[in-house]
């Protein structure tokens, strides 16, 4: 059996929490998960993001494909056309549960669904 590596995230349901994501979010106690289903333009940008994260680009079968460093403010656009699913994982989550020794391209991932709330 292949390992999983879990990851607690927020999954967003609808179109405008997908569009707002970290946008104006000050605090780095989740990680989201966008479905990139029905999305032409499957991009993100890190404008009026204040932290650095991770963008973890998964296919259908939650398998990751990509994975991008994003710097805050940055003018740049980060897409994945291949992909399915999307994790945005602040960076300091990411160092602290060790993500950067577990997460690699071709490896799985398994979305535990959090419904915290900001």
Known sequence: MIKKTKIKARVLKNLSQQIKGFMFCFKQKECLMFNLKNLKNKCIHMWFVFFPLYAIWLDEKKKVIQI???????????????????????????????????????????VINDTFKN
């Open 68 to 110: 991008n460093y994003c710097k805050p403010f940055e003018l740049k656009l980060w897409c994945c056309e291949k992909a399915r699913w999307l994790i945005e994982i602040p960076e300091k989550i990411f160092i602290s549960n060790k993500y950067n020794k577990k997460i690699k391209i071709d490896s799985l991932v398994e």
